[in-house]
């Protein structure tokens, strides 16, 4: 919720902040009178505050919003984001000391009308505040693929590759570590879902009964996954369901369409799940 309602907040901000640039391009045009000056440079105070509100909610999402500080710390777009609103801000500088002098100019002579030549160099300055600003947008959608993990390439390839680092400096090669095929890896065992489901009873996270048992065991489809693969070549497991932790070592067992190898696949204690046990194997999870 807190990392919506800053969402929410920022865009917002943002949409304002780009109104009102807006009109100050529109307002700032030859014959340029004094209560036009007047409404500018009102407009320009909240351009300055909204500008300041804007830097403080877009760090507070990237600090306590779902994505992290980390996520957008290591994340080049977002300094050159950064970058691009500091630069709008030095490029509004100019503007904002001209709407101030044309203010004073104005409060002293209410017929006073801005020099052509002096409209002509603010408006030159806004449209380089204005290609600049154009830039954010783009570099905000940047920020929001989804395909960007904001993890280091090199953490994530450790578990790819299986060299891993349980002590700092010391590298350990274990190939098998990250299988996502081979050895039916991705078969949607039912026998998968009911062991998970074992353990959110055993933390509390649902309570046991036969529907909860067979809405788990339902959310597993081993059909979906025969009937995806049907006719491609690919050897399959018959069965849905099977005792988990049996095997110790690699088997070869027959399946459709071939013969697989699967396992092992023991558990770090050495217990055994059997699907067709559940009740006893939950109890046993209370002793």
Do not use: C
């Not at 050897?235 to 095997?247: D, F, H, I, R, T």
């Amino acid at each position: 919720m807190t990392d919506l309602m800053l969402a929410i907040l920022h865009h917002l901000l943002v949409f304002a902040l780009f109104s009102i640039f807006a009109v100050q391009m529109t307002l700032v045009r030859p014959g340029l009178g004094a209560s036009t000056v007047s409404r500018l440079a009102r407009l320009d105070g909240a351009y300055g505050g909204l500008a300041m509100a804007v830097i403080i909610i877009g760090f507070a999402r990237a600090i306590f919003g779902l994505k992290g500080w980390d996520y957008y710390s290591t994340y080049w777009v977002f300094w050159v984001k950064i970058g691009a609103f500091l630069l709008v801000g030095a490029l509004s500088v100019p503007p904002t000391l001209r709407f101030r002098r044309w203010l004073g100019a104005a409060k002293a002579d209410a017929a006073y009308i801005v020099p052509d030549d002096e409209v002509g160099a603010v408006r030159t300055w806004l449209g380089r505040e204005g290609l600049v600003l154009l830039l954010i947008p783009i570099l905000a959608a940047m920020l929001a693929r989804e395909d960007r993990l904001g993890l280091d390439a090199g953490l994530l390839l450790r578990a790819i590759t299986g060299r891993l680092q349980f002590v700092e400096g010391t590298e350990r090669s274990l190939p098998e570590f990250f299988v996502p095929y081979s050895r039916a890896a991705n078969f949607p065992w039912v026998s998968h879902a009911l062991w998970f489901y074992s353990q959110m009873v055993r933390w509390g996270q649902v309570t046991h009964t036969p529907e909860h048992a067979a809405r788990a065991a339902g959310s597993y489809r081993p059909d979906l996954y025969r009937a995806a693969l049907a006719g491609m070549g690919f050897a399959v497991p018959g069965a849905s369901s099977k005792v988990e932790g049996e095997l110790t070592s690699a088997a070869v067992v027959g399946a459709l369409g071939g013969k697989l190898t699967l396992g092992p696949d023991a558990f770090f204690d050495g217990a055994k799940f059997d699907p067709d046990q559940l009740d006893s194997y939950i109890a046993s999870q209370r002793r």
